[in-house]
């Protein structure tokens, strides 16, 4: 088989990037190593960039998203028991962020990528990447049993964080750069009405909590958790007994609880690959950089990588120019090292380290009184939060 950009994995990144080079006139085909049901279980991110919205609006996927998504003004940051109001909007101008599940923009790719006909290899095993170096790489995968090969112009690595892609080129030619914390967040998804409208990003003794939703009937909390913990030593009653101690008076009230009907602990890890481009392969998304879910910025990176790489690859193909390719690492980089900042700067705020004593405690909560009282510091984060420009 022949095409000129070889997508390798079909996450919101690989789905996106393809939708994007289509419109483009760009022909595309992505190979996926799970079936589109294991694709479409896993339950992830939930906040969207305006950014990001744009893309989805410009790729022909946003009318759904246009009928359910909850635009969302601010948000809540809750110490010392008492919740504190983010306004995203006054405070930038105007931006605010959009509540709509990966799961349901990954949706909405997949549905998009097969009604314009467009190739999409599920069950593609062992997925191998060569001549890079060259003007025509090859990708080999096996299905059913059988070895193929597709002959392109370049590949795009979207295979997030456990992929090939990387892995692929020699360890020499990559440097990477890495924090693992030492919690994980235990998730529970259930079909209960959201404590509040907004989302409430909590700091507490007994560890970090965030109540978060996907619809006006779907919500997702997380609470900080011990990485040696099990996801079977918590029982539905267990997790909501934790949430509601580290909420305010209020919110615990307040809280519905209910069956979950998605329960799962992710660990948290900032990580960065540089460059982003070896030759005619592309990194983007997961493959290239992860951040701790605190700032809600892991997908809206993916989105990034793709407008840089889909604007290079349109402006390869449309003005024979290789300025936006010969750019698209250090363009990307930029604005991941910004959101690696800033979620590392939430994790760091609003979780307790098992080595905090009481002078960090006392200067974390130091430090929310002082944001949660500055313009200039509510702003710096707002700024953020919403998405800094492409
Ligand atoms: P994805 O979504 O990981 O998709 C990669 C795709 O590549 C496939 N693949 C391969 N295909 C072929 N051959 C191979 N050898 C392959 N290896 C892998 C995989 O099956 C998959 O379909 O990466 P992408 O597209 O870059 O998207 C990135 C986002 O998914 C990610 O940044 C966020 O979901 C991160 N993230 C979260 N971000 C947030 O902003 N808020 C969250 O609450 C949040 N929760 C999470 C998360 C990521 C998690 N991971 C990666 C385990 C929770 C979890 C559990
Ligand atoms: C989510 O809804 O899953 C979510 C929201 C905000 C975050 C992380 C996860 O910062």
């Known amino acids: 088989m022949r095409t000129q950009v070889a997508i390798v994995g079909a996450g919101p990144s690989g789905l996106l990037l393809g939708q994007l080079l289509h419109k483009y006139g760009i022909d595309n085909v992505i190979l996926e190593r799970k079936d589109p049901d294991y694709v479409l279980s896993r339950i992830r991110a939930g906040v969207l960039e305006q950014g990001m919205v744009n893309m989805l609006e410009e790729a022909g996927v946003a009318q759904r998203l246009h009928q359910e998504a909850l635009p969302h003004d601010g948000i809540e940051i809750a110490f010392s028991g008492k919740r504190h109001r983010i306004d995203l909007k006054t405070l930038t101008g105007g931006k605010i962020v959009t509540v709509y599940g990966q799961t349901e923009v990954t949706r909405d790719l997949m549905e998009a990528r097969s009604a314009a006909g467009l190739?999409?290899?599920?069950?593609?095993?062992?997925?191998?990447?060569?001549?890079?170096?060259?003007?025509?790489?090859?990708?080999?995968?096996?299905?059913?049993?059988?070895?193929?090969?597709?002959?392109?112009?370049?590949?795009?690595?979207?295979?997030?964080?456990?992929?090939?892609?990387?892995?692929?080129?020699?360890?020499?030619?990559?440097?990477?750069?890495?924090?693992?914390?030492?919690?994980?967040?235990?998730?529970?998804?259930?079909?209960t009405p959201p404590v509040s409208h907004e989302l409430i990003y909590v700091n507490h003794d007994r560890g970090f909590a965030l109540c978060s939703m996907r619809s006006a009937h779907r919500s997702r909390y997380y609470v900080q958790c011990p990485l040696t913990d099990d996801v079977a030593e918590w029982s539905d009653e267990r997790f909501w007994n934790e949430l509601k101690s580290r909420l305010d008076d209020e919110a615990a009230h307040k809280l519905v609880t209910g069956p979950s009907i998605e329960k799962s602990i992710a660990p948290l890890r900032s990580f960065v690959a540089e460059p982003m481009r070896f030759g005619r392969l592309f990194l983007a998304g997961d493959a290239a950089h992860i951040v701790p879910p605190t700032g809600a910025k892991g997908l809206n990176l993916a989105a990034s990588d793709v407008y840089y790489l889909s604007r290079a690859l349109r402006e390869y193909y449309g003005e024979k120019s290789q300025a936006g390719i010969d750019a698209y690492s250090a363009n990307a980089l930029r604005r991941v090292w910004k959101a690696e900042r800033f979620s590392w700067w939430m994790t760091?705020?609003?979780?307790?380290?098992?080595?905090?004593?009481?002078?960090?405690?006392?200067?974390?909560?130091?430090?929310?009184?002082?944001?949660?009282?500055?313009?200039?510091?509510?702003?710096?984060?707002?700024?953020?939060?919403?998405g800094l420009p492409y």
């Open 348 to 386: 760091t705020q609003l979780h307790r380290f098992p080595d905090s004593d009481g002078f960090s405690q006392r200067i974390q909560t130091a430090e929310l009184d002082y944001l949660v009282n500055s313009q200039a510091a509510m702003t710096a984060l707002a700024e953020n939060y919403v």
């Open 119 to 191: 190739t999409t290899i599920y069950d593609a095993a062992d997925v191998s990447i060569h001549d890079i170096d060259g003007t025509s790489p090859k990708v080999r995968y096996v299905k059913d049993g059988v070895t193929h090969e597709v002959v392109c112009d370049f590949v795009a690595g979207c295979d997030g964080y456990h992929g090939v892609s990387r892995q692929s080129v020699p360890q020499s030619a990559v440097q990477t750069y890495e924090r693992i914390y030492p919690f994980g967040w235990l998730g529970v998804l259930s079909d």
